[in-house]
C-alpha cells in the first residue's frame, strides 16, 4: 500500500553510510544530555522488565495452561487487541484528565498490577489470563505510547530524530540483555521470573516517572 499509494515529498537525498557503531554512539550520547539521560535510565528499568515479559509470556502461557503453538498465538494476538484499544481509545480518555508523565506512571503501575495478577489465576479458569493479557496490553501500549512524547517534549525540533534513535538503542540494549540471561535465569528460578521481574521493573520505573519533573 505504501509503494503504490503514498507518494513521498521532495527532498534533498545524500549518500547512504551504514556505520555499524552509530547505535552505540547513539546510546552513549543520550546520557550525555541533563533531561535524557535520566529519562533513559527509567526508559532502560521499565523495558528490563517489558522485554522480559513480552518475550518470555507465550511460554509461560504454554506451561501454565498447556496451550497449543496456535493457541500461543493466540495468547499473543489478545496482547495485540489490548495495544489496539489500548492506542485507540483508552489512551484518549487518560490523556484527557491526566498529565504526560501521570498516564506513564499510572500506564507501567497498572501493567505491573495486573502481570502480578498472572500468578493467581488458577489454571482452570485461564479465560482470566486471556483478559488479563488484553488489559495489560492496554496498560503498556498507553505508557509507552505517552512515554515517547514525553521524551520528544524534552529536545527541540532538531534533535527529534537523534531522540527516537536513542529510545531504539536503549529497547535494543534491553532486549538483548534479556535474550541473553532470561533464560538461564528461567532455569534457577522458574518460569514465574520473567512476570515478577517485569511487574517489579515497570513498578519501579511507574513510580521514578510519578515523582519526576518531566512536561
Known sequence: LLFWLFKEPPFAKKPLSIKLHHAINIFISAFKHPKIKVMSLYFLIMLLGWSGYYTFIGEYARQTYHLSPFEVSMFMGALGLGFALGAGIIINIFNKYLQLKTTVS??????????????????????????????????????????????????????????????????????????????????????????????ICMFVAGVLFLFSKFK
Open 106 to 199: 499510572t500506564g507501567l503501575i497498572l501493567a505491573s498490577v495486573f502481570m502480578l495478577a498472572y500468578l493467581i489465576i488458577p489454571a482452570q479458569t485461564q479465560i482470566l489470563a486471556w483478559i488479563n493479557t488484553i488489559i495489560i496490553g492496554i496498560f503498556g501500549i498507553m505508557a509507552w505510547s505517552n512515554l515517547m512524547v514525553l521524551f520528544s517534549n524534552q529536545v527541540d525540533e532538531h534533535e527529534q530524530g537523534w531522540v527516537m534513535g536513542v529510545t531504539g538503542s536503549i529497547m535494543a540494549l534491553a532486549f538483548a540483555i534479556i535474550s541473553f540471561f532470561m533464560g538461564s535465569l528461567i532455569n534457577h528460578f522458574g518460569i514465574n521470573f520473567p512476570i515478577i521481574n517485569g511487574a
